[in-house]
């Protein structure tokens, strides 16, 4: 299997993209101060991953912002630590502050030059608007969980997403799925029939924003950054 034998790229955005865990920590950084708690990194992001996905099996049709509040005064029960309606409020609005990755931009024009790409995330499609003008607007389509109403890893959102390409005249043998997040996207991507590539920015390590997968997954292809995903199409298509 090669990169090019694919037309399609399907993103996940957050995590993959966009360092949503450098966001999501930054984002808590006021409430946190406000309240002189001194909470590490891998705690705040290990009770974000649990909260997350519970909230977000919970309550599938809530729109992200709405979620991420509630999600926040979840974080709060669980450490003993008390939330506003502001502080809610300021968490769930932070997704389209939230940095790009370094490669991030450049890779997508690179990419943007060579397939079709397209975005499947779990945010809501205000939010994802503020993201993709940071990485320079280079998709095609975009469809969010807000329009699906349910939350990856739901198979619900990659039957979704595939009908939507297929009436677009695009095979599912034509598309890579290409995400950070074993849990929210390899594993379902490959039981939707989809070649996968891992972006794996974590270099292996498990924790942090994303909850684990409870059974082995092997992607189709990976690499440690969307840099050196575009360094190995260059080296198999000499542009």
Not at 149 to 168: H, I, T, V
Not at 169 to 184: K, P, W
Not at 210 to 236: G, I, K, Q, Y
């Amino acid at each position: 299997m090669r990169l090019g034998d694919f037309r399609i790229l399907t993103f996940d955005c957050y995590g993959t993209l966009i360092d949503w865990e450098t966001g999501i920590v930054d984002a808590l950084g006021p409430w946190l101060a406000r309240h002189g708690a001194a909470i590490g990194r891998e705690t705040l992001l290990a009770a974000f991953a649990r909260h997350e996905s519970a909230q977000q099996a919970a309550t599938p049709a809530m729109r992200y912002p709405e979620l991420l509040a509630r999600v926040l005064r979840r974080m709060g029960e669980e450490l003993g630590l008390p939330v506003s309606d502001a502080e809610a409020e300021a968490f769930g609005a932070s997704v389209g502050d939230w940095p790009a990755f370094p490669d991030s931009a450049s890779a997508l024009a690179h990419l943007a030059g060579h397939y079709r790409l397209v975005v499947l995330s779990n945010v809501d499609r205000a939010s994802f608007a503020r993201s993709s003008a940071r990485l320079g607007d280079p998709f095609d389509a975009v469809y969010t969980a807000e329009e699906i109403g349910s939350y990856k890893p739901d198979p619900r959102n990659f039957a979704f997403m595939l009908e939507r390409l297929a009436a677009a005249d695009c095979r599912r043998g034509e598309i890579l799925h290409t995400a950070q997040s074993l849990f929210h996207d390899i594993r379902p991507a490959k039981a939707a029939g989809l070649a996968t590539c891992w972006i794996d920015r974590g270099g292996g390590r498990a924790g942090g924003a994303t909850p684990a997968v409870d059974e082995p997954v092997t992607p189709d292809f990976r690499f440690p950054s969307l840099a050196a995903m575009v360094e190995a199409h260059r080296a198999e298509t000499g542009n």
